[in-house]
């Protein structure tokens, strides 16, 4: 088995009544376009710099690298992780790391309010998962895995805290989903 709190387990030691393999993992549709929207970013402070320094006659190889740096650094701080759901499971890929709960055995989700808000998801396993709610708002699949594990938890009583947080999530994706359909057929 793997460390604590690693929901991935090999295929000898799995247990009857861990995570559900039998479905393919929803993902993050909107993922591609914001990895692409983080690298215009990017390249255009690089661009920016670059004509500035050139517009100046100050352009240097070190100056050059510094820019190249700066610009390589907006990258990391706008890299979108990748947010994954299977049959009781819910994974975010930064890009160093992959972190994993197991929805089935959650013992809190919290809505942490800030600059930017984010949802705090603990398993009973030592899991710990934080992204962003509007991922589950576009996407439904994700949403729907989640909110299955979520079920599973309370029902087992591992849920300790989080159901309120839950509801306001269901509400908003409910919403839209409505919204995306009424505009769909016309009725919007």
């Not at 983080?38 to 820019?67: E, F, K, M, N, Y």
């Amino acid at each position: 088995m793997g460390r604590r709190g690693d929901a991935r387990e090999g295929p000898l030691d799995a247990p009857s009544d861990g995570p559900d393999r039998s479905r393919e993992a929803a993902n993050d549709v909107e993922w591609q376009r914001e990895l692409w929207a983080s690298v215009r970013c990017a390249g255009a402070l690089l661009v920016l710099l670059l004509l500035v320094d050139w517009g100046t006659g100050r352009i240097a190889p070190w100056r050059s690298a510094l820019w190249l740096a700066l610009a390589g650094l907006l990258f990391v701080v706008l890299y979108p992780a990748r947010v994954s759901a299977g049959g009781n499971w819910l994974a975010s890929r930064g890009l160093v790391r992959e972190r994993r709960v197991r929805t089935d055995l959650l013992m809190s989700v919290r809505h942490l309010d800030g600059i930017s808000q984010r949802l705090l998801l603990r398993d009973t396993l030592g899991g710990r998962v934080q992204i962003d709610p509007e991922v589950l708002v576009r996407n439904p699949r994700l949403w729907s895995r989640l909110d299955e594990g979520a079920r599973k938890a309370a029902a087992n009583g591992s849920l300790l805290c989080g159901a309120t947080a839950l509801r306001r999530i269901a509400v908003r994706v409910e919403r839209e989903t409505a919204h995306a359909v009424f505009k769909a057929s016309g009725l919007e």
